[in-house]
């Protein structure tokens, strides 16, 4: 079943189309996991102030920048192809659908180099 | 096979309201998530200070707005992982175990969240 | 020119790539090519071929990865080496030959025929269309059962008893038709956990639709009307 599975990942003969589907799948699976590491260290936020820190100082770093930008990706990739897949999914714009999916890639890759730029800015103490 | 009226009527509905509520939390959530991004890493430095995170959690508008967040975002990360099981064989034969597994995962996720808004 | 057909092949037992060079010339087609393999290189080579126009739908095969009819594909288009699987998400009997009896069941258990309640065969009726009601569900119609659309959806890959875009579309086309009664009926047969609510706009299915007949947008136009209907279902 695992082998099956995979065939949601395969891309060989597939258009993009079939490439946005399982990035869009992929991306939303890391980012559930994401949630519950999130709310699970959100818990040291109750544990006091030196808890709280200690775990910032830890993961604000630039040796965490690398997973932030591709976490962020992830997430800019999720919402901008989601809101795609929405206005598809409403009976809109078929016809249109191949420079709907440029675009919103364009879009993803715009808002992700910015907010990239800022998290390193941020993280390098400018 | 479907016997009762009752039964019928709530089975029917769920999958067109989870899949409308899908589609409209993804919505809501583009502008949270982006809100929330924006609070914790545009605005000043100090955001991540312990002071302000508490300040942010004690105050009545943002423990709305973190609810409100988390209450979508549990929703729309559960929902799309009972979407995923229920695409497999697996969920094919046994959709009301899927079903339970991702509503308690959903609870479970919303309750253990709603402490922190809770302890402030 | 000599052209490379890399075929993968199923005795029952086992799958395995043979690979044949055939002399090909302008305009021939990959049918044309794997005729000419039974013909001359390899007897026992098996597929699936009829009407050679594209209107049967017997043909469909992976060529290099795409799924496509193999009597409108030209040879020299693709290339030099060609790679010809059967289609995905099917069982294969034999060579290119893959069980479809699964597939017609799911497009009979839409009911794909005119539903009416003065239907009568003593008394036939003529029934009245607009040009602009037929276009409404014309390409839907267009159809020819090749089996390529079910080949890459992702959810047929892992769910066996999903209908599938060509079931879905074939509902469809018939709840658009002005001349049918029977929209309630098809709602509730596509309406279920292996229906509808499977697809998740990957929108492989119109991209390889040898008929270019969208399936994608018929399975969405069906879902949004099955929610309406469920949700309008619980006020009675």
């Not at chain 2, 605005?43 to 967040?69: C, D, F, N, P, Q």
């Not at chain 3, 060079?21 to 990959?30: A, E, S, Y």
């Not at chain 3, 509902?171 to 998740?200: M, P, Q, T």
């Amino acid at each position: 079943m695992i082998m099956n599975l995979l065939r949601w990942f395969s891309v060989k003969g597939k258009s993009l189309f079939s490439m946005a589907f399982s990035l869009h799948r992929l991306t939303g699976v890391v980012l559930t996991i994401y949630l519950c590491m999130h709310l699970a260290y959100l818990t040291s936020i109750r544990m006091g102030k030196e808890v709280f820190e200690s775990f910032i100082a830890t993961t604000v770093t630039p040796q965490f920048l690398v997973f932030d930008i591709l976490l962020v990706l992830a997430g800019v990739y999720h919402g901008v192809n989601g809101l795609r897949l929405i206005f598809h999914e409403f009976g809109l714009a078929y016809e249109n659908r191949k420079s709907i999916l440029y675009v919103s890639v364009a879009i993803v890759l715009v808002v992700w180099l910015i907010a990239s730029y800022k998290m390193y800015m941020f993280v390098m103490g400018v | 096979m479907v016997t009762d009226k009752n039964e019928m009527h709530t089975k029917r509905v769920l999958e067109p309201l989870a899949w409308l509520f899908q589609l409209i939390s993804g919505l809501i959530l583009t502008v949270l998530i982006t809100f929330h991004f924006y609070e914790t890493h545009f605005t000043s430095h100090e955001a991540m200070k312990y002071g302000l995170v508490v300040a942010r959690l004690s105050s009545l508008g943002y423990k709305i707005m973190y609810a409100l967040l988390l209450f979508f975002v549990a929703f729309h990360a559960f929902n799309g992982i009972r979407a995923i099981l229920l695409d497999t064989n697996f969920g094919a034969k046994y959709p009301q175990v899927v079903n339970s597994l991702c509503f308690l995962a959903f609870l479970i996720a919303f309750g253990y969240g709603s402490l922190l808004l809770l302890a402030f | 020119m000599d052209v490379e057909f890399k075929v993968r092949r199923f005795d029952g037992e086992k799958s395995y790539w043979q690979t044949f060079n055939i002399p090909v010339k302008k305009g021939m087609t990959v049918l044309e090519g794997l005729y000419y393999i039974k013909e001359n290189l390899d007897g026992s080579l098996a597929f699936r071929a009829s009407c050679r126009m594209a209107i049967c739908g017997s043909c469909a095969v992976k060529i290099n990865g795409k799924p496509r009819l193999a009597c409108e594909t030209q040879i020299l288009e693709i290339g030099s080496r060609l790679e010809i699987e059967p289609l995905d998400n099917f069982k294969v009997i034999k060579d290119l030959i893959t069980d479809f009896e699964g597939f017609f069941k799911k497009h009979e258990a839409v009911k794909p025929y005119l539903i009416r309640k003065d239907d009568n065969y003593e008394e036939p009726v003529e029934l009245i269309q607009t040009p602009r009601e037929l276009y409404t569900y014309y390409d839907f119609s267009l159809c020819v059962k090749c089996g390529a659309c079910y080949s890459v959806c992702p959810a047929a890959a892992t769910r066996d008893d999903y209908l599938g875009p060509a079931a879905i579309t074939a509902a469809y086309r018939f709840n658009a038709d002005s001349r049918d009664e029977g929209e309630k009926i098809r709602l509730a047969l596509v309406c279920g956990d292996n229906g509808v609510w499977r697809c998740h706009f990957a929108a492989e299915c119109s991209e390889v639709c040898p008929k270019q007949i969208n399936p994608a947008k018929a399975v969405q136009k069906m879902r949004f009307k099955s929610a309406i209907e469920m949700i309008k279902s619980i006020f009675g």
